[in-house]
């Protein structure tokens, strides 16, 4: 009897707490990213200089088939990726120069840039590939704690309202 009374109480307590902590989940809980930085000025300015590196990407689209056995054509794609990569890094060098307001902004975006840095080196691997290469090959980014580094910068990007400082697709065709 006794033992009944107290597991029906504990069982009770146990769904309460449950319920408390939902009701805080739901309710209570912030709602911030963690990796939202207050210096709204500085977001701007860093997405004009995305902005500017996109259109230069975007200038040397070329949308005509690539036949993915086809040195020469692996070597000119290398030339256009190495020119989009030295737009991008142009782009990463003067955010990085330019230093947020805020303390959470001076703390994480420094980690941001280096991400950038590993995904632009990346590139270069890619575009030097393309160079020896007989059969287009697959660009392979690094991983940092076990997600590729292009979500870690794209979604930072995401959540600071910087749109064109997402990571590009061009390598993905």
């Known amino acids: 009897m006794i033992l009944r009374r107290f597991t029906r109480i504990l069982l009770t307590s146990i769904c309460v707490l449950i319920a408390g902590m939902w009701v805080y989940a739901f309710g209570f809980a912030p709602r911030e990213s963690f990796n939202k930085i207050h210096d709204s000025a500085w977001q701007a300015r860093s997405q004009a200089h995305c902005k500017a590196a996109e259109d230069v990407r975007f200038s040397f689209q070329d949308l005509t088939p690539m036949k993915a056995n086809d040195p020469l054509a692996l ?99």
Do not use: H
């Not at 991008?88 to 307001?101: G, M, V």
């Not at 691997?125 to 290469?133: H, K, N």
């Not at 979500?151 to 065709?173: G, H, W």
């Open 75 to 173: 070597q000119a794609k290398a030339k256009l990726v190495d020119a989009a990569t030295d737009a991008l890094e142009d782009a990463i060098n003067l955010i990085a120069a330019d230093k947020p307001a805020d303390a959470k902004g001076q703390e994480l975006v420094p980690e941001w840039i280096a991400d950038y840095r590993m995904y632009i080196k990346d590139r270069r691997a890619f575009a030097q590939a393309l160079t020896v290469a007989t059969t287009r090959p697959y660009f392979a980014e690094s991983e940092v704690e076990g997600v590729p580094v292009s979500e870690r910068i794209s979604k930072f990007a995401r959540e600071n309202d910087m749109k064109t400082c997402q990571t590009p697709y061009d390598l993905s065709v």
